[in-house]
């Protein structure tokens, strides 16, 4: 701890934002709802694959397995399902150039 304290006072902390991006490293968005209890009726990402840069979208659909991200009680869903609960929920993931 005492080592952090003394480079951030120094100015030598290395931050994210200091380290260079290799080529063809990819970036990701999450983008979430617009809207709280809202029901799902499909999930049509066909238009936005086509724009330039996009690599692949990922969704509840993308998940093998248990779609559940609770840390210490897995009561936490990584995408809903059927229905969004709260504005901001993330509903997927961008992943582009």
Known sequence: MKRDIENHVKGVSKFVDDFLTLDGTL???????????????????????????VVDILSVKDIPG????????????????????????PIGFIVAE
Do not use: M, R, T, W
Request: hydrophobic share 35%; glycine share 10%.
């Open 27 to 53: 970036e990701g968005y999450v983008f979430c709802s617009e809207k709280a209890h809202a029901k799902i009726l499909n999930f049509d990402y066909s238009k936005a694959l086509k724009c330039k840069g």
């Open 66 to 89: 248990q779609n559940q991200i609770g840390g210490i009680i897995q009561d936490e869903k990584l995408f809903p399902v059927n229905e969004v609960e709260f504005i901001g929920e």
